[in-house]
DNA sequence: GTAAAAACCAAGCAAGCGCTCGTGTTAATT
DNA sequence: AATTAACACGAGCGCTTGCTTGGTTTTTAC
């Protein structure tokens, strides 16, 4: 399923590269950088990866299959009932943002970065996040709880939640709970009777 | 106001800059590839600019001041409809996102590589153009056209509509005014009668 | 206990980077 | 006609970059 192996010492470095992209950016990072970080010397890098590029790629892919296996779980555990579908949804999305920052932080800023080879890889990944997403959604306008275009809604509601790893302090007074309730909330209008809780 | 002169030429060259930066990214953009861009040699391009990083700051201060013109321009045509203001403002948006893209996107992925004295001058734009919107969500709110925490559907709202420039496709079926619209509608739910158009 | 495999290191290469500098060439001002 | 300021050039300095190489150490497997 994944582009290479994963193991464990692998998978350490990968979160250690994942912090420093945020912090610094991919390409203001530097194989000397990632190297110290790792305590190894930037030649043993490359036993590891290919090249500085497939080190990106290990990052993203990790937010990716995150996101998956927690929105997966989510929507396993909810019911059938549209309203917490989507609060649960939205909860996992937001808890993945949150427990993976560095991973989805360089997904979205560094994207453009990937080559053709990796870039396809993702994309499946990607896809497949999607239309999760577009199914849930189309299940709360079916059952008229919100209105509008169905690909609209998807893209301005993802637009809205990806957007928060601007804006969201998770030292804050809001859980990702009660972000993602009030997120539904803004778009179900007032709501004449609370959510049910699974 | 700006940060310095504002010659034709100069003008030209942040033009041209911008659309470099998002093409390549910032770091990948070479003082030469710029150089070449614009005809002349990478020397002289430090006649025009003080460094590197003054190019990136100037390509920001473009959008930004873009975006801020836009908007109260909008609102002061707009007439004291909490709804059609709001429209309004969400139009004004999408389209300095649309006519300034490149400008658009560069703030928005580059932002961390502007210098602490850029980012000073530029967070006082910054500041004020959500103030505008805080506003205009705070009328709608106090006129219960939408609901929830001022705060948090202000970061929504615009976060849904800075996210379009990752998928929005001017050349599609969909214009900028169009795509406002469903937004508001999205907020507002089921509106029981059309918006009045100024 | 030993052989194979995996991880690591020191050294450095070739290329590219932002930026400087001394000089020449226009174009506007006096 | 003389002065000045703005713009452009070519050459290149000092430094950093991603990555390679040949060889050593550590871990694993039997």
Not at 5 to 32: C, H, M, Q, W, Y
Not at 33 to 39: F, H, I, K, S, V
Not at 113 to 142: G, P
Not at 150 to 165: C, D
Request: with cysteine.
């Amino acid at each position: 399923m994944t582009l290479v192996n994963a193991s464990p010492r692998r998978k350490e470095l990968v979160r250690i590269a994942a912090r420093l992209f945020v912090e610094e950016g991919f390409d203001r990072t530097t194989v000397r950088m990632l190297a110290q970080a790792m305590g190894i010397k930037s030649g043993s890098l490359f036993h590891h990866f290919s090249d500085k590029q497939a080190i990106l790629c290990a990052v993203i892919e990790t937010g990716m299959q995150h996101a998956l296996t927690l929105a997966r779980g989510a929507l396993a555990e909810a019911g059938c009932s549209p309203e917490v579908r989507l609060d649960a949804l939205a909860k996992a999305h937001l808890e993945t943002l949150l427990t993976e920052r560095n991973a989805h932080v360089v997904a979205l800023y560094e994207w453009r970065r990937l080559d053709d080879a990796s870039r396809d890889h993702l994309i499946h990944l990607r896809d497949a996040y999607e239309s999760l997403w577009q199914k849930v959604v189309d299940e709360s306008l079916d059952a008229g709880l919100i209105h509008g275009d169905r690909l609209l809604v998807r893209r301005f509601v993802l637009g809205a939640l990806n957007w928060t790893v601007r804006w969201y302090d998770p030292a804050g007074p809001r859980s990702p709970e009660a972000l993602a309730r009030e997120l539904v909330a803004m778009l179900t209008g007032p709501a004449p009777e609370p959510i049910g809780r699974a």
